[in-house]
T-cell receptor, first 114, second 116 residues
């Protein structure tokens, strides 16, 4: 069966520090991968999605970047964190070629920028 | 433009009450999919149901039921005989051809509190 992992689970970082969040999927190949952010008390906003290795699309301009160095690995990064980057970051996957399939989400990373 | 509206920000019920969570969507496409997700306090989103725009049959799964009405662009979710474990934030979402590779457009969520 397929599983999705995210780490770390929680992170507290000072403003201006770098960031690296990792997401890996097991039990499937060539998934579509997504990064969402959920600000406190708000809905989910899609940040990036990827349909394959090295293919990244950004939905909103921001201080963050994403990379997909391997088929089932998706990384969210920042060179210098801002206070506004605080939030709950969720990684999700869906089967390749099936954009209408349900997305399955990881456990999330709670990021606090101080 | 696609949009999902969950007008109820918070709902509080007593255990065993029935509760309906409303979801209204906007899309210009004739082919689209609707979803409900549950987010318990742990934070992980749990998939509940997917519905395509060509299937208006209501669906029941245990204590959960969904009412899809294209005429009113609504996809409401009812929990029968609610339980404390149902306490969570529930999100309705839309995916259509206008989205990016299956991008889900989420509503802002409804926080359900079920009290014993």
């Amino acid at each position: 069966s397929q599983t999705i992992h995210q780490w770390p689970a929680t992170l507290v970082q000072p403003v201006g520090s770098p960031l690296s969040l990792e997401c890996t999927v097991e039990g499937t190949s060539n998934p579509n991968l997504y990064w969402y952010r959920q600000a406190a008390g708000r809905g989910l906003q899609l940040l990036f999605y990827s349909v394959g290795i090295g293919q990244i699309s950004s939905e909103v301009p921001q201080n963050l970047s994403a990379s997909r160095p391997q088929d089932r690995q998706f990384i969210l990064s920042s060179k210098k964190l801002l206070l506004s980057d605080s939030g709950f970051y969720l990684c999700a996957w869906t089967a390749d070629g099936a954009p209408y399939n349900e997305q399955f989400f990881g456990p999330g990373t709670r990021l606090t920028v101080l | 433009a696609q949009k999902v509206t969950q007008a109820q920000t918070e709902i509080s019920v007593v255990e065993k009450e029935d509760v309906t969570l409303d979801c209204v969507y906007e899309t210009r496409d004739t082919t689209y999919y609707l979803f409900w997700y549950k987010q318990p306090p742990s934070g992980e989103l749990v998939f509940l149901i997917r519905r395509n725009s060509f299937d208006e049959q209501n669906e029941i799964s245990g204590r959960y039921s969904w009412n899809f009405q294209k005429s009113t662009s609504s996809f409401n979710f009812t929990i029968t005989a609610s339980q404390v474990v149902d306490s969570a934030v529930y999100f309705c979402a839309l995916s259509d051809l206008g989205g990016s590779q299956g991008n889900l457009i989420f509503g802002k969520g409804t926080k359900l509190s079920v009290k014993p």
